[in-house]
T-cell receptor
Framework: GQQLNQSPQSMFIQEGEDVSMNCTSS?????WLWYKQDPGEGPVLLIALYKAGELTSNGRLTAQFGITRKDSFLNISASIPSDVGIYFC???????????FGDGTTLTVKP | ETGVTQTPRHLVMGMTNKKSLKCEQH?????MYWYKQSAKKPLELMFV???????ENNSVPSRFSPECPNSSHLFLHLHTLQPEDSALYLC?????????????FGQGTRLTVV
């Protein structure tokens, strides 16, 4: 089955800094999704990508669907304390019927 | 309001108890999922239902028994659990079929087995 490698596993940054995380897959995906999970809550969808090369923004968040269809990146600009949480990537292979999730990147923002 | 509601939010149960987790979605989706999330571990997919039919069971122990009476409701029946089953149980839904993409999650049920 598909495997996702999400990195880094954790990040400790200062407020105001930019953040970058990525996911790579062993096989091609048709869809890449990025979620954020706050402590004690379920993951919430941030950005959905459906086309290779697609670059999509949601406020200070920007995500890209890699042209090889095997990777995706999420960038957060000018981080703030409420960006703290776990960020998950997820991808869906052709005709898979479900998404495969990465292991998550835990982000800590120091004021 | 996420459109996916899970109850209860917190549950403490003994190893001999029987309890059920409930999930309801108001999004008109046809696929529903149960995930387990243990501390410092990734999301583990447990069960998938498409159009009320179970399409995936990821080698989940029989002490976890899912039920999907219709496309809007999903249950997880629990009995004779072990302490290591303590985790956050997340329900999700999506459009369904081969084109299902975005999964919408509930807030989860924090389960503690004592």
């Amino acid at each position: 089955g598909q495997q996702l490698n999400q990195s880094p596993q954790s990040m400790f940054i200062q407020e105001g800094e930019d953040v970058s995380m990525n996911c790579t897959s062993s096989s091609i995906f048709n869809t890449w999704l990025w979620y954020k999970q706050d402590p004690g809550e379920g993951p919430v969808l941030l950005i959905a990508l459906y086309k290779a090369g697609e670059l999509t923004s949601n406020g200070r968040l920007t995500a890209q669907f890699g042209i090889t269809r095997k990777d995706s990146f999420l960038n957060i600009s000018a981080s703030i304390p409420s960006d703290v949480g776990i960020y998950f990537c997820a991808g869906q292979a052709p005709n898979a019927g479900k998404s495969t999730f990465g292991d998550g990147t835990t982000l800590t923002v120091k004021p | 309001e996420t459109g996916v509601t899970q109850t209860p939010r917190h549950l403490v149960m003994g190893m001999t108890n029987k309890k059920s987790l409930k999930c309801e979605q108001h999004l008109g989706h046809n696929a529903m999922y149960w995930y387990k999330q243990s501390a410092k571990k990734p999301l583990e997919l447990m069960f998938v239902y498409n159009f009320k039919e179970q399409t995936e069971n990821n080698s989940v122990p029989s002490r976890f028994s899912p039920e999907c009476p219709n496309s809007s409701h999903l249950f997880l029946h629990l009995h004779t659990l072990q302490p290591e089953d303590s985790a956050l149980y997340l329900c999700a839904s999506s459009q369904g079929g081969t084109k299902n993409t975005e999964a919408f999650f509930g807030q989860g049920t924090r389960l503690t087995v004592v």
